[in-house]
């Protein structure tokens, strides 16, 4: 009869913490890099290049820390440019209009009227927040017409 009873007692035992491992959730909030393509939409300019200006606050995690990021891209002749972001995580996403063709030459000639290398808030055409995630291929941004 007691050996009847710790068979159950050890079984039941199994049982508890096979339950407990699968209840958990390891698929919260991973972050994973991926590559991501912003196409900037605007009907009324075909040739106009785009200076991207892309930040997020990071985000840490228990396993994983991405820290703040800010940077500048400048669009392709086709208006979208490729980059890497994390998923998971909320981006800001802000667009000026540029005659610059890179960040090279972006950063290379001196800017009318000012010596800052960042836009000008009063020249923003656009702005847009979003949090990618394994879907997000592409973000669209749709200009209003000036």
């Known amino acids: 009869?007691?050996?009847?009873?710790?068979?159950?007692?050890?079984?039941?035992?199994?049982?508890?913490?096979?339950?407990?491992?699968?209840?958990?959730?390891?698929?919260?909030?991973?972050?994973?890099?991926?590559?991501?393509?912003?196409?900037?939409e605007d009907a009324t300019n075909a040739e106009q290049r785009y200076l991207?200006?892309?930040?997020?606050d990071g985000k840490e995690t228990d396993k994983t820390t991405v820290l703040p990021q800010n940077m500048s891209l400048i669009t392709n002749d086709k208006k979208e440019i490729t980059t890497s972001l994390y998923t998971n995580i909320p981006?800001?996403?802000?667009?000026?209009?540029?005659?610059?063709?890179?960040?090279?030459?972006?950063?290379?000639?001196?800017?009318?009227?000012?010596?800052?290398?960042?836009?000008?808030?009063?020249?923003?055409?656009?702005?847009?927040?979003?949090t990618p995630t394994q879907d997000t291929k592409i973000i669209k941004i749709t200009l209003p017409k000036q």
């Open 1 to 40: 009869m007691n050996r009847h009873r710790s068979h159950i007692m050890i079984i039941g035992f199994i049982l508890s913490i096979t339950l407990m491992a699968c209840g958990r959730s390891d698929t919260v909030d991973t972050l994973k890099k991926m590559e991501v393509t912003i196409q900037i």
């Open 52 to 56: 991207i200006h892309i930040m997020t």
């Open 91 to 130: 981006y800001t996403i802000r667009v000026y209009k540029t005659d610059k063709k890179s960040m090279d030459e972006y950063f290379s000639k001196p800017k009318s009227g000012s010596s800052e290398t960042e836009p000008q808030k009063d020249n923003l055409l656009a702005s847009k927040t979003i």
